[in-house]
Each structure stands twice: as structure tokens, then as C-alpha cells.
């Protein structure tokens, strides 16, 4: 009787052991799942062929918060890039919104879907044009055909600024598009060809005819329209396009600055390139506002365009997002410390609400072509 005792003893001895090593090992197995992966940061720069190109914007909608509706951005841009690859996205926020929740939204969603992750610019606005709107996404797209067998042209930011209502934005926006429309010309391309404009404005008061207005001289182009700031002091619009070539210019990159265009030795009023691929970053971010800490993003690009076998003397376009003038006045005066002052970028260059870092008092990013 104690033999059975004990061998009674020892089977339940062994079998709340091992209840408790499985407890054990399911208990770490649920701690491993627990774990969350930190999602991969985007690609500081992409090369891309040129040809290949397609541009689009996100509709606008205020449905849900600014995650929610980046990611519905996401979803309408993956569809009507009909299973091309987008290479580069910049997201204009306004609202309370943390900018830095676009990138980790922008990751988790290409991840998922294990698609190659976008170059990301993220840049705070003061305003959209729809009540509710927290987010605006631009994206560049490699589509399946070759459209542009002759290359496209860059033009910087046209129109510009005046002492006028800062809610009357129609005469400087004619302006902008009269310019626009004649680069378009010298570039010896047709208003049908302007692929996307994206037009910063003091206002959004009057967007119901903007966008009338963009739409009739441009029927075939992606538009983006924002606010740059909450509050204006002065009359803005200022509009640049990217546009698709009829004819292939004479050199693999063209610099234009017509005298009869209100020329600036700052940049290139538009840049044509015949280039097979161009570089497109994300934005390099200057933290303080010293000239240093400028001068030091700016390396850090060059670093960047290396690594795609390019260099700053290659860039054909370059956006700055400044918080104020002077930190604008201090990068305008860097910038040919690294570009080629004979051959100036075409350029966009405003200041705007905010970055997605608190220290974050400047941004940039480039379109450059490889050595």
C-alpha cells in the first residue's frame, strides 16, 4: 500500500511540474509577441527612372483624426498609382496634429503591405483648403510605362508676394500661373503637359476659384493647394510645376533664366534634365538655429547624395521650409557654399508653421541627378 502511495505521489508531483513548466513556456512565449518591432525608418534619398514618373495628390477629407486620415491618403495614393511603386511622398499637415506620427504611420503601412518604403517629407501648414482636413499627401510614383521619353522640366516657385490684402490672393495668383504658363512655353512643352502644381497662398478665402482658375490653364495637372502659414501679413502665391517634355533638351541638364523673367542669381527659374534617373530625398532637418547647425544639415545631405553617386553640384531643384526670414536669408547664402553657384537650382523657398521635431528650425530636400 505505501509503494502505491508513493508512486501515487510521484505522478501528481510530476504532473504539476509539468503544468508549470508549460505555464511557464506559454507565459514567454506570450512576453515574445508583446514585443513591439520599431518600424524602419524611410530612405533618406531614391533613385528613380526618370521616364517612368507619375505624379498625384491625395484627396482631401475630414473624416477622423490626423492618423486615420493619413492613412485613408495612403490607400487612395496606392490606388491611383494602379500597382506602381511610390518612391516619395510629402505630407503637409495643419492642425495640432504630431507630424511625427506620419512617418511611423508611412512605415507601418508600406511594411504591412511589404512594399519598399517611400523618401518622406513632413511639413506643418497653416491651413487646408477643406474644414476638418488635418493632412495633404503629394507622391511620385514609377509606373509601369515609360511616359516621359524625353525627360521633364523643374520650375520654381513663380508668382510671389505683394502689400495687398493677404486674402485677395487672384492677381498674384495670374500672375503666378502667367509665368508658369510661359516656362512651361520656353521649356517647349503645352499647358497639357504641367503634370502638378502646387501653389502656397496667404488665403484660402477665395480656393473655390483658385482651383478653377489652375484647372483652365493647367486641365491635365495633379494640384496641390495649402496655406503656408495661419496668419499673413503680406499678399502669397506662389506656384511651381513639374512638367513633361515634348523634345529632349540639347544637354543632359539645362539651367533657365530668362532675362525677360524677373531673373534672381539665387536660382534657375526652371531646370530641364533628359537625365534616364533622378535622385529624389527627404528632408535633411537643421536643429537650432545657429548657421552652423544649418551649414551641418546641409553635409549631411551631401553625405546622402553621395551614397546615390551624386553631389550637391547636381541638384537641379531644391525646396527650403524655413520657420522664419532669417533662418530663409541663412540658408539662401549657405546653400552656394554647396551648390553650384554657375548653375543655380530651381527652387521653392517660403517659410512655414513647423517640422516634426521641436529643436527642428529649418528643412530641405532636393531633386538632383547622378554623376
Do not use: W
Not at 505521489?9 to 512576453?31: D, G, I, M, P, R
Not at 482631401?60 to 492618423?67: C, V
Not at 543655380?344 to 528643412?363: H, N, Q, R, Y
Amino acid at each position: 500500500m505505501l509503494s502505491r502511495a508513493l508512486l501515487l505521489s510521484f505522478a501528481v508531483l510530476l504532473a504539476a511540474t509539468s503544468l508549470l513548466q508549460a505555464q511557464k513556456k506559454n507565459k514567454k512565449k506570450e512576453e515574445i509577441t508583446q514585443v513591439l518591432e520599431i518600424p524602419p525608418d524611410p530612405p533618406a534619398a531614391v533613385t528613380v527612372e526618370t521616364a517612368r514618373l507619375e505624379f498625384l495628390v491625395s484627396p482631401l477629407t475630414a473624416k477622423g483624426l490626423l492618423s486615420a486620415q493619413v492613412r485613408e491618403a495612403i490607400k487612395n495614393l496606392r490606388s491611383q498609382a494602379r500597382g506602381g511603386q511610390i518612391v516619395k511622398l510629402r505630407a503637409f499637415v495643419a492642425g495640432t496634429g504630431d507630424l511625427r506620427r506620419v512617418q511611423a504611420i508611412v512605415s507601418d503601412e508600406f511594411t504591412d503591405k511589404k512594399l519598399p518604403l517611400p523618401a518622406l517629407s513632413t511639413i506643418l501648414v497653416g491651413l487646408l483648403p477643406a474644414d476638418g482636413a488635418q493632412v495633404l499627401v503629394e507622391a511620385v510614383v514609377v509606373g509601369k510605362k515609360a511616359v516621359h521619353p524625353h525627360g521633364l522640366a523643374f520650375l520654381s516657385g513663380m508668382g510671389g508676394i505683394s502689400k495687398e490684402d493677404p486674402d485677395q490672393v487672384l492677381p498674384m495668383l495670374d500672375r503666378a500661373i502667367a509665368d508658369l504658363t510661359k516656362a512651361t512655353q520656353l521649356a517647349g512643352s503645352l499647358k497639357s503637359d504641367v503634370l502638378r502644381v502646387t501653389c502656397l497662398l496667404s488665403s484660402l478665402v477665395q480656393t473655390g476659384e483658385v482651383r478653377s482658375r489652375l484647372a483652365t490653364a493647367f486641365p491635365s495637372a495633379a494640384t496641390t493647394v495649402i496655406q503656408a502659414q495661419r496668419a499673413h501679413g503680406s499678399n502669397l502665391a506662389e506656384c511651381e510645376a513639374v512638367v513633361h517634355l515634348q523634345k529632349a533638351p540639347a544637354e543632359n541638364v539645362v539651367f533657365l533664366n530668362p532675362a525677360d523673367m524677373s531673373p534672381s542669381p539665387n536660382f534657375s527659374k526652371l531646370v530641364l534634365t533628359k537625365s534616364p534617373q533622378i535622385i529624389l530625398t527627404g528632408t535633411q532637418i537643421a536643429f537650432n538655429n545657429q548657421e552652423s547647425d544649418i551649414r551641418l544639415a546641409f553635409q549631411r545631405m551631401d553625405k546622402v547624395l553621395e551614397i546615390q553617386k551624386s553631389g550637391m553640384k547636381k541638384v537641379l531643384f531644391s525646396h527650403l521650409y524655413p520657420l522664419s526670414n532669417r533662418l530663409l536669408e541663412t540658408a539662401q547664402k549657405i546653400r552656394f557654399d554647396f551648390f553650384d553657384p554657375a548653375k543655380p537650382p530651381a527652387s521653392t523657398a517660403l517659410v512655414f508653421e513647423g517640422l516634426p521635431s521641436i529643436d527642428a528650425m529649418l528643412a530641405f530636400e532636393l531633386v538632383a541627378v547622378p554623376n
